[in-house]
C-alpha cells in the first residue's frame, strides 16, 4: 500500500465507542491510519497479516474492518468474502489502486461495503466508515424489527404497529378512554389507519363483545344518510318497502364510528347533535323514539376547526365530537414504524401468496426509511403486497418497490441479486471520484480511468441521461 497520505482532515461524527481493525502488510500505512482516525476519537487497531486479522475479529468485536486488497499472504477479496461469511454484521471498506475499477467491484462482489482509492483520504475515510456504521445499525435494526414482528402479541393494541413516540401517545389516550362511553374523535391524513384506532378502542373496551358498526359519510349519498343511521319505517319513501333499522340501533351496546364525517351534509348535523345529546333516535317516517346505546366516535381528515370557520360544520356539533381527540400522526413522523410495519405486512402478504419471502434488506429499508410516504400506511401496505407478489428472493430489495418510492430524488438503484449498489452507479460514483481528483481535467481522468477520452465522454453522458 502507497505510505502516501493526502491532506489529513478532520474525522466527521466521532463516536468514541466504534471499533475499527485495519489490516495492511505495510505496517508503517496501519500507524498512519490509527494515528489519523484515532487522533479525533476512533478506537483503531491493526494487524499486517489477513489471518491474525480474521483471528482478531473472532476474539473481539469490531464496527468497521478497513483492508488493502494487496495482501501478501491473503488476497483481500478473500478476507472480504470470510469475513462476509463469519461476520456479516461487520462493514468492511477496501482499499484500491487508484482506477482499478475491477478490484472494486470484485470486492464488493465477495462481500465488501463499500472501496476507498489511493492514495488515502482521512476525510474521505471517515464518510465512507459514517456511511458503514449507518448502514451496519440500519441492518441490526431490521433484524430486531422482524424479531420483534414474530413475536406473538407484540404488534400493539388490536394491530396498531409501532414503537415510535407519536404512536406510544395515541396507545396510552386509547388505554386511558376505552372503557368510557366518551365521544372521541380521531383525526389524521388519509391512509394513516383512523379506522384501526377505532376498532382498538371497542377491543379495548367493555363493548367488545358487542357489534362494531361503520359508516363512511362521503360513501352515502345525502338523501340516503339520514335513513342509514336512524333507520326508516315501511313506505317513510317510494323505495321503502319494508322497516329498517339504522345503524345506530344496529349498533347498540357496542361501537359505531361516523368515517369522515367532515363530508356529512350540513342538514343532517344538527339531526345527529340531538340524537348525540338525547340519546334517542327518530326512524324516518315513524312516530315512535328508540333508545341508542352506541359509542359515537368519529373520524375525519379534514382540519374541522376550518371547516367550522368556513361554515361547512357546526361548531356545536364539532365540540360534541370532540370531547377527546386523539390525533393520528403520518407515516413520516413515525421513524423506524415504518421498517416494523413494513416487516408486518411482508409476513402477512408471504403467508397468503405462499412465498418464502422472510424481511427486507438494509439498502430496501433505507430507501423506505427516506421516502415520504404521501399515502401512509395504506401506500406502504401497498408497496410491500407488490414487493412480495414480484420478489424473487427471500429478502425485498430495492428493485422489488414501486418506482416512484425506489427513484425518488434520484436514489440509486441497488443490485437485486446482491443488494450491493449497482454496477453502473457504481461505476459513475467512481468516474466522479477520479474527476474531482483530475481538478475535472478530462484527458487526465481518462488516463488515470485506463479509458480513451472518447469512452469517458460516452460514459459521462450515460450517467447524465441515467436517473
Known amino acids: 500500500m502507497s505510505p502516501?497520505?493526502?491532506?489529513?482532515?478532520?474525522?466527521?461524527?466521532?463516536?468514541?465507542?466504534?471499533?475499527?481493525?485495519v489490516i495492511d502488510d505495510d505496517q508503517g500505512m496501519c500507524e498512519l491510519i490509527q494515528d489519523g482516525l484515532q487522533h479525533d476519537g476512533w478506537s483503531v487497531e491493526w494487524r499486517t497479516r489477513g489471518d491474525d486479522g480474521l483471528a482478531l475479529v473472532a476474539e473481539q468485536s469490531f464496527d468497521v474492518v478497513i483492508t488493502d486488497i494487496n495482501l501478501e499472504q491473503m488476497s483481500g477479496h478473500d478476507l472480504c468474502r470470510r469475513l462476509s461469511q463469519n461476520?456479516?454484521?461487520?462493514?468492511?471498506?477496501v482499499?484500491?489502486?487508484?482506477?482499478?475499477?475491477?478490484?472494486?467491484?470484485?470486492?464488493?462482489?465477495?462481500?465488501?461495503?463499500?472501496?476507498i482509492n489511493k492514495p488515502v483520504d482521512l476525510a474521505q475515510l471517515a464518510v465512507v466508515i459514517e456511511r458503514a456504521m449507518q448502514h451496519r445499525h440500519l441492518r441490526e435494526e431490521v433484524k430486531r424489527l422482524t424479531e420483534e414482528v414474530t413475536k406473538s402479541g407484540r404488534g400493539g393494541t388490536s394491530g396498531l404497529w409501532g414503537e415510535?413516540?407519536?404512536?406510544?401517545?395515541?396507545?396510552?389516550?386509547i388505554r386511558r378512554v376505552a372503557n368510557t362511553d366518551t365521544t372521541v374523535l380521531i383525526s389524521g391524513e388519509s391512509g394513516t389507519g383512523k379506522e384501526l384506532v377505532v376498532r382498538a378502542l371497542h377491543a379495548a373496551s367493555l363493548r367488545a363483545a358487542m357489534p362494531f358498526v361503520a359508516?363512511?359519510?362521503?360513501?352515502?349519498?345525502?338523501?340516503?344518510?339520514?335513513?342509514?343511521?336512524?333507520?326508516?319505517?315501511?313506505g317513510a319513501f317510494t323505495d321503502a318497502r319494508a322497516t329498517r333499522r339504522g345503524l345506530l340501533e344496529q349498533a347498540a351496546g357496542g361501537t359505531l364510528l361516523l368515517d369522515e364525517i367532515g363530508e356529512m351534509p350540513l342538514d343532517m348535523q344538527p339531526k345527529l347533535l340531538r340524537v348525540l345529546q338525547e340519546r334517542q333516535v327518530r326512524p324516518v317516517g315513524g312516530n315512535e323514539v328508540v333508545s341508542v346505546d352506541a359509542r359515537i366516535v368519529a373520524a375525519t381528515n379534514r382540519e374541522l376547526e376550518d371547516e367550522v370557520k368556513e361554515g361547512r360544520f357546526r361548531e356545536d356539533l364539532y365540540y360534541r365530537l370532540n370531547v377527546v381527540q386523539i390525533h393520528l400522526p403520518p407515516l413520516r413522523e413515525r421513524g423506524?414504524?415504518?421498517l416494523l410495519l413494513a416487516q408486518h405486512f411482508i409476513m402477512q402478504f408471504a403467508a397468503r401468496m405462499k412465498k418464502a419471502v422472510t424481511g427486507i434488506s438494509s439498502e430496501a429499508a433505507k430507501v423506505l426509511l427516506e421516502y415520504d410516504w404521501p399515502g401512509n400506511v395504506r401506500q406502504l401496505e401497498n408497496s410491500m403486497e407488490r414487493a412480495v407478489a414480484l420478489t424473487r428472493f427471500e429478502q425485498i430489495t430495492v428493485d422489488d418497490l414501486p418506482e416512484r418510492v425506489a427513484n425518488h430524488e434520484g436514489l440509486n438503484q441497488v443490485a437485486s441479486d446482491a443488494g450491493l449498489e449497482n454496477i453502473q452507479a457504481l461505476e459513475r460514483r467512481h468516474i466522479e471520484r477520479v474527476l474531482q481528483a483530475a481538478r475535472g481535467?478530462?484527458?487526465?481522468?481518462?488516463?488515470?480511468?485506463?479509458v480513451d477520452r472518447r469512452t469517458l465522454y460516452r460514459k459521462l453522458e450515460r450517467a447524465r441521461n441515467r436517473p
Open 441 to 450: 481535467n478530462k484527458t487526465r481522468a481518462a488516463k488515470l480511468l485506463g
Open 95 to 115: 482499499i484500491t489502486a487508484f482506477g482499478d475499477m475491477s478490484c472494486a467491484i470484485a470486492a464488493m462482489r465477495a462481500g465488501a461495503y463499500d472501496f
Open 87 to 93: 461476520r456479516p454484521d461487520i462493514p468492511v471498506i
Open 336 to 338: 423506524n414504524d415504518v
Open 215 to 234: 359508516i363512511n359519510c362521503a360513501a352515502v349519498p345525502a338523501n340516503l344518510i339520514e335513513s342509514e343511521l336512524f333507520g326508516h319505517v315501511k
Open 164 to 173: 415510535s413516540r407519536a404512536m406510544g401517545k395515541v396507545k396510552d389516550l
Open 4 to 21: 502516501a497520505f493526502s491532506a489529513k482532515g478532520n474525522v466527521a461524527g466521532v463516536n468514541m465507542k466504534t471499533r475499527i481493525l
